[in-house]
Every structure is written in C-alpha cells, then in structure tokens.
DNA sequence: TCTGGGGTCCTAGGACCC
DNA sequence: TCTGGGGTCCTAGGACCC
C-alpha cells in the first residue's frame, strides 16, 4: 500500500509578503503589480478573496472589484527563497520529495509508518513543522495516490490537514465537480458538461470505450483519474524524478503595443541572452529555437526552427530569433515577444573541432560577460549585436517594465 | 474582465527514410 | 506505374498548471 502527501502552502507569494510587511496581514493584498499594470493577478490573499478576487485575474478587474486592495509587486528571489525552506522541512520527512512548482510539493511516505506514525498523525506533524520551519501556513492532502492527494489538500485548505483513507478514493471524488479533477480546464470541463457529465461521479460511471471514442487517448486517462488512480500523464514515474529542463524560455509583453522594428530587434535580443544566460548556468545547449509573436487582437503566432548544431550562445539565439520573427511578422503592432529554447542537450556532443575552438572562445568571453552581468545587473552588459540596437529601446520602454533585473549602475 | 510569465504534455500533418 | 506501411523528426497550435 502506497502513501502519498501533496503539500501546498497557502497564498504562499502574498504570506511571504506578509513575512516582510506585517502591516499586510488580513488585510486584501494582491500580489503581481499595480492596478494600472498590464498583467494579472499571481497570488491573492483571502481578503481579497472575498471581493471576487483570484489568481489569473487582470489587475485592472482586481482593482475595480476592490479599490482600497493593496497592490504589491512580485519579488521572485523572496519566493524562491522561501521555496528552499519548504523544501528543506520536506526532505526531513522523506528523502522522496518531489517539488511540482514553487509552492507545492508531492511527498513519498510509503513505508515509513514505523519511523512517522500513520498518515494522518504524520500530516499533522509536517503541518507543525511547516509552519516552525517556515513561518507559513501549508494544506496536506493525504492519501493512496498522488491525485488524489493534490485533490485532497485542495480540499483541506485553507491551512488543514486532509486523509483518504486506502478503499475511501471513490467516495471522497465522486460528488466533486470534474473540474477539480488536475487536467480538467475550462475546455475539457465544457466539453463534458456537453456530455451531461458535470460531477467526477459522473466520470467514473461511464463506459471505458465512451470516452476513448470521444476524447481519444486523454478519455482513458480521464477515465483512470475519475477512480483516483495516478497512471497517464503527469503523475507517470517516480516522485523525484525529472530534474532538467525541457525546455528555458521568456516572454515580454509591452507596456505598450509597438511596431517599432528598433525597439522589437532590442528585446528579442534581450530575450535570447536571458535564454542563453539560463542554458549556460544549466549546461545545457540547445537545438531547437522559438519566438513567438502576439498582436494587439491577442492572434499569437509561433515559428520554430532546429539549428544544424547545438548552442548557448547569445549571438546565434539573437540570430536565429530574429530571423524567424521577421519571416512571421505582418507589420502590425505588437503586444507581445518570447524566445524559447528547446530540444535541449546535457554538456556535451561537441563534435565538430573547428566548432568547438569557435565555441570555447565564445564560452571565455560570454563568462566574463556574466560575471559583470552578476556584478552590475542583466541590462549592463549587452553584446555588440544588441549594442546599437538596444540603447534606443531602453529609452522608449521603461526600465521597470524590462524583464530580468533593472541595472543597478550603468558601465 | 481585456487578458503575465514560466513551464509540461499532447496532437496532427508533412517530410523523409527504409 | 499511381501505389504500402512504419518510424522518426520537424513544425504549429493548443490545453493546462502554478
């Protein structure tokens, strides 16, 4: 008999904000930038909940919904910091932690009863750790299977402690709606209320084939996960596994809408050696590079291309980006730019010799680079294809706006 | 309501090879 | 000549998650 924990820690940016201000408690906070941003709302507290509120939420409505919110601006270094003492306390528990985002985590506890305890009375404990640990409020599901668990600690929150016992699966999932079920979006749930099905009872009811025919291979797994089990999809494997990237990327959108070929060059640069930067620090090259383009009608378009070698190397993802962004581009105003890096490669496969010589040169100079870049800021340190093209953006966009870290002193 | 940024996984068609 | 089937890679798009 397996155990698993599912550990998500409550409203976690807005109560690590809390932890830095404790002027914010309970009072309605939002965290993700201001009212007149574009850009939505990463995390609300339960304040705010109250008014309408809730993550994915445009600032704009956030603010109309309740004015008087306090309004905060996103620190990822104070969430990734907070996010390495989550994990700390975990690993105290069992060695086989797997964290599935910044603020949650799935636990393997099976085997451990002589050592924690029984499920629940272990849940407890970790609960009192967490918040010892860390300072913040945590929900536990706990249960046979990881969905099942993420479901329950969804049900436990906020601040709770929730156990399925082994043989209680069906009971605990059938009256909930399908869309509580990990996978089921807005499309998947309006596609099933279509087919009259609205609770996961609903779901686990129906004939196998039925939703095979219907909805192709996903049904089979909706199928497995109506009856709480974790095969197909993400849940596939072991806890603890997959550590590399599959894929590095960023994305900006524009305070602005612009058509400003200058302005669009500087930041698909700026892009592509935030990307290059990330692969370095994760040894990792890549074969295949994306941009992606998003106009003011929110019509958002992708073009790819695999390269004949693998790289990490600014120049080359500069290159191939803007390449594949002006064979896309229409001309129109844009809203927003991403480069994405995928295909990824460990460390090595550097064949070529003549291309490695090329490359090493390359890996000397864009080491020092990031070392200034880590001394002075991301936006000190551009390199020369980024140079002329760069200074005048940095004039139309705002500092504040730019992605990576503002520079703190200009060379 | 006027819609971020970082990801993962899946599908489907066409190219290309055997 | 007017026609197979499988495997893999590439590309574009989309659902979903936090």
Redo the contacts with the bound molecule.
């Keep these: 008999m397996k155990t698993f924990f599912h550990v998500d820690m409550d409203a976690?940016f807005v109560s690590v904000e809390e932890l830095f201000d404790p002027s914010l408690k309970g009072k309605p906070v939002v965290v993700?930038g201001q009212p007149d941003e574009?850009?939505?709302v990463?995390a609300a507290s339960y304040a705010a909940r109250k008014f309408g509120i809730h993550?994915?939420?445009?600032?704009?409505?956030a603010y109309?919904l309740c004015p008087q919110a306090i309004f905060v601006d996103g620190h990822r270094e104070r969430y990734l910091e907070y996010s390495e003492k989550v994990f700390v306390v975990l690993q105290q528990f069992s060695p086989r932690v797997e964290m599935?985002?910044?603020?949650?985590a799935y636990l393997d506890l099976t085997g451990t009863e002589r050592l924690h305890g029984p499920p629940l009375a272990a849940a407890h404990r970790l609960h009192e750790a967490m918040r010892r640990g860390t300072s913040l409020n945590c929900s536990i599901g706990a249960s046979t299977s990881r969905l099942v668990s993420?479901v329950a600690s969804d049900q436990a929150k906020p601040n709770g402690v929730l156990w399925i016992m082994p043989g209680g699966e069906a009971r605990f999932l059938g009256p909930l709606d399908v869309r509580k079920?990990?996978?089921?979006?807005?499309?998947?749930?309006r596609n099933l209320h279509a087919c009259g099905i609205r609770k996961v009872r609903d779901l686990a009811a129906l004939e196998e084939a039925f939703l095979e025919e219907r909805f192709?291979?996903?049904g089979l797994a909706l199928a497995g996960k109506a009856r709480g089990e974790d095969a197909?999809?993400?849940f596939d494997g072991e806890v603890g596994e997959?550590d590399d990237?599959?894929?590095?990327?960023?994305?900006?959108?524009f305070s602005v809408d612009t058509a400003d070929t200058t302005a669009i060059d500087a930041m698909l640069v700026r892009l592509a050696e935030?990307v290059a930067r990330?692969l370095r620090d994760h040894k990792l090259w890549t074969?295949?590079v994306?941009i992606k383009l998003r106009y003011s009608?929110?019509s958002?378009?992708?073009?790819?291309?695999?390269l004949d070698h693998a790289t990490q190397i600014d120049t080359e993802l500069a290159e191939a980006a803007r390449a594949l962004f002006h064979r896309?581009w229409s001309g129109k105003a844009i809203?927003?730019l991403?480069v994405y890096a995928q295909?990824l490669e460990a460390d090595e496969g550097q064949t070529n010799l003549l291309e490695e010589e090329k490359t090493e040169r390359w890996r000397k100079t864009l080491k020092a680079v990031d070392r200034l870049r880590d001394k002075y800021g991301d936006g000190t340190v551009s390199l020369a294809a980024s140079l002329k093209a760069g200074f005048r953006a940095r004039v139309h966009e705002n500092p504040e706006n730019l992605?990576g870290k503002t520079p703190k002193k200009e060379e």
């Design positions: 976690f993700g574009r850009g939505v990463s993550s994915a939420m445009p600032l704009r409505t109309k599935a985002s910044i603020d949650e993420k079920i990990p996978g089921v979006g807005k499309v998947t749930e192709g291979k996903w197909g999809g993400w997959g990237p599959k894929s590095i990327s960023h994305e900006h959108t935030m990330r074969r295949t994306q009608d929110f958002t378009f992708t073009r790819a291309k695999t896309a809203r927003l991403g295909s992605p």
